[in-house]
């Protein structure tokens, strides 16, 4: 241990020398050149000074003004197209957005736009951009997303080796101990935790360092030292070791005066009283802890040891003290959007009222609780799976479809060509030998009922090439799901037989097949909703399109959290249409403008305008959009345009069923859209699907209908 405690005594002297070197800023001073800066109309040497006081106002607490320089700074190096110094401001907002301030969505969104800058030029600094992944690595991580979480990672390590930086490579040696404890796998977080050890080590015995980076060094070292603490206190019946460990991690803290270490370290040690069996000690350090993480305005570690004191009070056996300090961290839970904590407090309420014998919310908070674990995992392997083996038959039975429609329009341009050709050779021979009229019209008539014969055979190929597609689809559909539903039956009386029986390694294998078939059946289920539209004979019906639509908001608000969300509608007609397929039309285009939404509340009209004999609607929205090139490929079955990672969850099949639908009422539909500028989906209906064609000549009017937007309801 002497080793270290020298290394511990050198990071605070590097700090110490550091400090007396450079000194703090002149903030007044700093604050005057500001405002003189933006008198006179200089963005260059503003930027770099919104940058200086930022990052003064950051190391100072002072989030609220490190956040307005640094959203100015952005502003003026996008305008001056300073992509280093854009990088730069995207990234520490991110930094920011994570941790105090909590928005990881927001987080995302500057860290993804910074990294995407460092892809595209070479200016910007490899170890920048391997922070970069390695703050996107965290934030998935925070958020639940383990699969994101260890890609970034993956991708920051490699850099870092490849770059041979120490620093990065200790970094990301830590974040994926972080990613392997947030799944419960501590061997392999301890490994890693002690391989950062090892680089934070060397990077101390360095005498290349900056003050700033042996402080940066200084404040990852103590971390590593206290995740190293931590890991024991679960892995080791050493105490002795944790604590060791921990209190190095306090002293290392102390010395750099950081606060954050500060009341982590005295977090970890009342876990150590904890562990000990002492637990007024262990509820004294934590309660301390907490009021440190509070006066920071770290409210994701103020919820994570709020836990933990509920945990300690059930253990003193005061569970209405527990319950009362888990609803105070459930609201700041939800507040956070951090499903893993919600999980985690769940599962503590659940031991809350089995404590208190009150079987009934003890049960419902453990269902909650596994509800919850279930939806964190990744199961999208096994879906994927049978969605590319679907893709496959159905490509197949496509390409022989185009095959027959390829022969069918060779056939009838070899049948204009012969019939022409006899037309005006019997022409020439009317003229000339007008007797032999009779017996020409004769050959002719037969020749075309002969053509016609074979188009008629080469139509029925066709139709009954499409009625296979439909009914193979149909087939396995209802034949793959018997089996499904016999595997989840016996994997959850598995679950329900040998849950305590076994070890959590084992449970979660369960719960990759419960949720795997749940998923697969889901898959199977809209193929076929997307298989029976337009087999079977459809029955039309008055249908009330407001009815309809208030009907499916009702299911969305208990299906899906729809806070916020305003959907907006016109004096939209009665219709003459197959209910059931109109309102699984108007539930898919709901729910993908849900679906695909920005940061922003989702907005959501839907209008109609009577146009001739047909009304032609519109549901249109404010979230992501799509490009140009993806608005006649969105209808193809199975096809969408994030891959199986993406937050945006699905089948590809919703647009699928809509189109199907809508020319199954002899209609048409279309997409307007544009990135960023949100969604509008056309479709026309006619007043009478039994005395219309299919609709195939739109104008451009018609597809740039200028939106009108009469009085219309709000409905939240």
Partial sequence: MNKRILIIWLFAQVFLFGVMLGGPIDVDSLKREIAIQVEQRRPLPLMGSYKELGLFYFDNNNYDDALFCFHEGLLLSQKLEDYKQEFFFLHFLGAMYYNPLDDYQKSLNFLIKAERIGERLGEVDTTDRIRNYVKISEVFNTMGDFDKALDYNLIAYGMAEQAEDTASLALASRILGVIYWGQNQYGQAL?????????????????RLSPAEARENGINYYTTLASIGASYLLLSDSLDLARSYIEQSRQLADSLDHGYGKAYSEALIGNFFQRKGEYKEALSHIKEALKQFDELKLKREWVIFTIRIADLYLMMEQPSKADKVLREAEEVAISLEAPNLLRNIYLSK?????????????????????????????????????KVEQQFVVQEK??????????????????????????????????????????????????????????????????????????????????????LRSIGSFASLLKMKYYNKIDDESNEFINFIVKGVERMDKLLADLLAYSVVGV???????????????????????????????????????????????????????????????????RIE??????????????????????KEYKDKIFGLFLRLHNKRSQYQGTGVGLSICKKIVEQHKGRIWIDSEPGAGTTVFFTLPENPNESGIETELTNKIRKWDRIRPKATTLN
């Avoid at 490994?191 to 101390?204: I, V």
């Avoid at 404590?355 to 879906?383: H, Q, T, W």
């Avoid at 146009?611 to 799509?626: C, P």
């Fill in 191 to 207: 490994r890693n935790f002690k391989l950062s050890l090892n680089f934070h080590e060397e990077l101390g015995r360095s005498n």
């Fill in 350 to 386: 659940s031991r809350v009222y089995e404590k208190e014998e009150n079987v009934s919310l003890a049960y419902g908070y453990f269902k909650k609780y596994v509800n919850l674990r279930d939806s964190l995992m990744n199961l999208e392997g096994l879906s994927e799976l049978a």
């Fill in 536 to 602: 079977f004979d459809t029955e039309y019906e008055e249908v009330n399109v407001n009815a309809v639509i208030e009907n499916i908001i009702r299911t969305l608000h208990k299906e899906k959290a729809t806070q916020g969300v305003k959907i907006k509608l016109s004096d939209l007609p009665v219709v003459k249409g197959n209910a059931s397929q109109l309102n699984q039309l108007f539930y898919h285009l709901i729910d993908n403008s849900l679906k695909f939404r920005k940061d922003e509340a989702p």
């Fill in 606 to 627: 839907i209008r109609a305008e009577k146009r001739g004999r047909k009304y032609l609607f519109s549901v249109e929205d404010n979230g992501i959009g799509m490009e």
């Fill in 398 to 483: 496509e390409q022989k479809i185009a095959d027959l429609e390829k022969a069918q329009k060779s056939s009838r341009r070899q049948m204009v060509a012969v019939v022409l050709s006899i037309v005006l050779f019997f022409l020439i021979v009317i003229i000339y030998l007008g007797y032999q009229r009779n017996n020409v019209l004769a050959s002719l008539n037969k020749v075309l009922e002969e053509k016609n014969e074979e188009i008629k055979r080469q139509n029925e190929r066709l139709s009954s090439s499409n009625e296979d597609l439909r009914q193979f689809a149909h087939v396995t559909s209802h034949d793959l799901r018997e089996p």
